[in-house]
């Protein structure tokens, strides 16, 4: 079966420190892989998805950026970070072509 | 673009009380629909699914009709319990794009 690993599940950080979230996703190959941020009262923010390595498509612009190194790799991260950065983040993977998507159980990132 | 807009929250209603929560879907194409819910502290889970018109999506008591000619997709129950307390979110899929939430509504049933 299908498996998503999210990690970590809380974060503190500084501004100005950089960020690195980690999603894998074991059971299945070339996923599309999703990064979603859920900011108090703003709902569920898609910030980037990639449908193969090495392919990121950027839906919103900001100091957040992804990778995809290995196939089921999908990593966020940040150079500097902002207190706008604080949310809770959400890896998610679907099959290629198919609508449903299955997410992880997040990060908390909250940035002092 | 492709939009999913909710009723907005909190909705708060006693055990055993019938739910409704709105959800109306930009109508381009012919996209698939989706509830999600997410319970405290955790991501997001499936709810139900319809893929085209009139299609009924059901799970755990909770239902939702595929309404072409309202552009909508409305979460029912008829009795809701403690436990059903959560965030739902209506989501839309067209094509080979990712998925389009609403705003997601924050649901608590009080005993």
């Known amino acids: 079966s299908q498996t998503i690993h999210q990690w970590p599940a809380t974060l503190v950080q500084p501004v100005g420190s950089p960020l690195s979230l980690e999603c894998t996703v074991e059971g299945t190959s070339n996923p599309n892989l999703y990064w979603y941020r859920q900011a108090a009262g703003r709902g569920l923010q898609l910030l980037f998805y990639?449908?193969?390595?090495?392919?990121i498509s950027s839906e919103v612009p900001q100091n957040l950026s992804a990778s995809r190194p290995q196939d089921r790799q999908f990593i966020l991260s940040s150079k500097k970070l902002l207190l706008s950065d604080s949310g809770f983040y959400l890896c998610a993977w679907s099959y290629q072509g198919r609508a449903e998507a299955f997410f992880g159980q997040g990060t908390r990132l909250t940035v002092v | 673009g492709d939009s999913v807009t909710q009723m907005e929250g909190p909705v708060t209603l006693s055990e055993e009380a019938f739910l409704t929560i709105n959800c109306t879907y930009t109508a381009t194409g012919y996209p698939s629909l989706f509830w999600y819910v997410q319970y405290p502290g955790e991501g997001l889970q499936l709810l139900l699914k319809?893929?085209?018109?009139?299609d009924k999506g059901s799970n755990k008591g909770f239902e939702a009709t595929y309404r072409k000619e309202t552009t909508s997709f409305h979460l029912e129950k008829g009795s809701v319990q403690v436990s059903d307390s959560a965030v739902y979110f209506c989501a839309r899929y067209s094509g080979n794009t990712p998925l389009v939430f609403g705003k997601g509504t924050r649901l608590s049933v009080i005993a």
């Open positions: 990639s449908v193969g390595i090495g392919q």
């Open positions: 319809a893929t085209k018109a009139d």
